[in-house]
């Protein structure tokens, strides 16, 4: 019974393409994540939601649009996908104000 | 400008032993420090944590170290153990109103038998 759930695990898609990355938590919590964890093994935030409510936006191109349909979910889409996006991207959630995240598998994100 | 630093990327030790996994920082602002581990094709989990107010915070065979003089945390693993074997990410929160999670690139710990 997976807490932080992710799919898929593993994308391969050519430049240029469109594709998303779903992520569903049934913990409970009020914030939701998306971390990218690049070939250098930086995690580094890219997007954190409060209540379905945008709270962090790290600099990140407009071509990712996360979309939080309620408190469970937060998705991923990525649009004209460039070969530096291949990355691990990890989903997390959390009470507000608490460090301690729940981290999805990872989906990993081959651009090709 | 990496905020979060874990110098060692490797650290291998023999079971029994002590692991010692170190972190350093460059913001005074950060006011919460955690540790997480990560397994191969899992994601991060929650190990210890430990308040800027604090020195030390110990729970079983971990033991979290804080010297804000010098800006420096380390983990202790004591004794250490196979299963102990994963990478070890240090994290730090920069309290802005909500939590902001930054981590350092994390050291990979090896314990043989």
């Known amino acids: 019974d997976t807490a932080v759930s992710q799919t898929p695990k593993y994308l391969v898609t050519q430049m240029g393409n469109d594709k998303s990355i779903k992520c569903e938590q049934n913990l409970g919590h009020d914030t939701m994540y998306w971390y990218k964890q690049d070939s250098k093994k930086f995690l580094k935030i890219m997007f954190s939601?409060?209540?379905?409510?945008?709270?962090i936006n790290e600099t990140v191109p407009n071509r990712f649009s996360p979309k939080s349909p309620d408190k469970a979910h937060l998705n991923l889409h990525i649009n004209s996908l460039e070969l530096g996006d291949s990355a691990v991207y990890f989903c997390a959630s959390s009470h507000q104000r608490t460090g301690e995240l729940f981290f999805g598998e990872g989906s990993r994100l081959t651009v090709l | 400008d990496q905020q979060v630093k874990q110098n060692s990327p490797s650290l291998s030790v023999q079971e029994g032993r002590i692991s010692i996994l170190n972190c350093d920082y460059t913001?005074?602002?950060?006011?919460?420090f955690l540790w997480y581990k990560k397994y191969p094709a899992e994601g991060p989990t929650f190990l210890i944590s430990i308040s800027s107010i604090k020195d030390k915070n110990e729970d079983g065979r971990f033991t979290v170290f804080l010297n804000k003089s010098a800006k420096h945390l380390s983990l202790h693993i004591v004794p250490s153990q196979p299963g102990d074997s994963a990478v070890y990410f240090c994290a730090a929160i920069l309290n802005t109103g909500f939590q902001k999670l930054v981590f350092g690139t994390g050291t990979r710990l090896l314990v043989s038998p």
């Open positions: 939601y409060n209540n379905k409510e945008l709270i």
């Open positions: 913001n005074s602002m950060f006011d919460y």
